[in-house]
């Protein structure tokens, strides 16, 4: 049977997107809407829509912003995961934010690439020891055939805490963009929509048709 959802029907109109309002680095305005997603405590405001693609093939992931920095955004996982496999295979990714309440919507596309040992290290021991012993009992992405296996591991781990060290593959990852789609609901389906490319190191402003 066919599920219509026709009639679901929002309006927006919150707030607007003007050419002359826009900063000249793309990070200041995703900082700006980043904030207010934190102080409005918008449901998981950092989780991101982490898309990446193996053989023409693009597979999405949700996982948590960690940090941002002057030119990337930083998320952890397991490297050995299938969005790690996939990313060492071909760093193009994107990422995709969706702030549903404020009628906002942020693409950004680039180039993943690992950060430092040390900052994966110091980012893994600031977590509670229950997630790093998951972290170590977990081969994300990995068959298994039921749970068994993998809370006797984790519960090894809590009993042993001095076991308890980051896996040479779990860290950090970082995506440099160098394409940003500021979406913002408007009246009538007119929506705001600029966009950000980076080329020759400098960022050039469009906009875009909704
Ligand atoms: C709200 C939420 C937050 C998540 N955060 C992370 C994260 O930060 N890192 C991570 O590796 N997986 C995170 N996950 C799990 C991933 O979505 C995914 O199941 C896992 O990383 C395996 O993906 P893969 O097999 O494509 O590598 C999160 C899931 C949800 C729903």
New binding site residues.
């Given amino acids: 049977m066919t599920q219509s959802y026709h009639h679901i029907r929002q309006n927006y109109g919150k707030s607007g997107l003007v050419e002359k309002d826009m900063p000249e680095n793309p990070f200041v305005l995703f900082q700006y809407w980043f904030d207010q997603a934190l102080k409005d405590e918008l449901p998981?405001a950092n989780?991101l829509v982490l898309s990446?693609v193996y053989q023409n093939r693009p597979?999405s992931?949700?996982?948590?912003l960690?940090a941002v920095e002057q030119d990337s955004l930083v998320?952890?996982?397991?490297y050995n995961?299938?969005?790690?496999?996939?990313i060492e295979n071909n760093p193009q990714a994107s990422i995709l934010f969706f702030w549903p309440q404020h009628e906002r919507q942020i693409r950004i596309e680039g180039q993943v690439e690992r950060i430092s040992d040390e900052q994966s290290e110091s980012y893994f021991v600031s977590r509670p020891l229950e997630s790093q012993a998951a972290a170590i009992a977990s081969e994300?992405?990995e068959k298994i055939k039921d749970k068994t296996a993998l809370i006797r591991s984790y519960e090894h781990l809590l009993k042993h805490v001095e076991l308890i060290r980051r896996p040479a593959h779990w860290g950090g990852y970082q995506l440099k963009p160098d394409y940003f789609e500021f979406w913002q609901g408007g009246t009538h389906r007119l929506h705001d929509r600029i966009i950000y490319e980076k080329l020759m190191q400098k960022w050039q402003i469009s906009r875009l048709s909704p």
């Fill in positions: 998981d989780a990446t597979s992931r949700i996982v948590l960690k998320f952890f996982t397991n995961s299938r969005k790690g496999r996939e994300q992405s």
